[in-house]
């Protein structure tokens, strides 16, 4: 079991949650809450490096050790940290549930020690018909981030 806390080290605004990572056979459930969000979607990923200063732009690109393009969770062609969207209501909230079978607590897909961004933006899951698209899927922005830890 693993979790991240989520902030913004640089103190812009008010994005915080907490979410956790628990193994399961042939999973990895993500679970947890965002919140200080606008509403609608938000990028989720996980990023090749657990150093999140300044401004979460430390973490580099999406983790993405077998230098594939940029897509969604369910997508065969996809960065290793490619979770998606989380949306948040109205109330700026976000609920994150998530299963994910290619991350992992441990092995080559490990994320233990990387960290987790929360985007400005949605991700258009590498559908967006540009070359951003099949890098970061236009999520804009970086507005919180954080290590993942082993509990």
């Known amino acids: 079991k693993a979790t991240v806390y989520l902030s913004d080290p640089s ?13 399961h056979d042939d999973y ?15 990028g989720f990923h996980i990023h090749s490096f657990g150093h999140i200063a300044p401004g979460c732009t430390g973490a ?13 969770p369910q997508d065969k062609s996809r960065h290793v940290g490619d979770l998606g969207n989380i ?22 897909h490990n994320i ?3 960290a ?3 985007h400005a933006g949605e991700d258009d899951l590498g559908k967006g018909g540009n070359e951003e698209s099949l890098k970061t899927g236009n999520a804009g922005g970086r507005l ?7 509990l």
């Open 11 to 23: 103190g812009k605004n008010d994005v915080k949650g907490e979410v956790t990572f628990t193994k």
């Open 28 to 42: 990895i459930l993500v679970t947890g809450s965002v919140s200080g969000l606008g509403e609608g979607k938000h």
């Open 60 to 72: 580099g690109a999406h983790f993405n050790p077998h230098n594939k393009t940029h897509g969604g």
């Open 87 to 108: 949306e948040a209501d109205s109330s700026g909230v976000a609920t994150v549930d998530i299963r994910d079978s290619v991350i992992d607590l441990e092995g080559e």
């Open 112 to 114: 233990i020690g990387r």
């Open 116 to 118: 987790v961004v929360v």
């Open 144 to 150: 919180a981030c954080g290590v993942i830890g082993l």
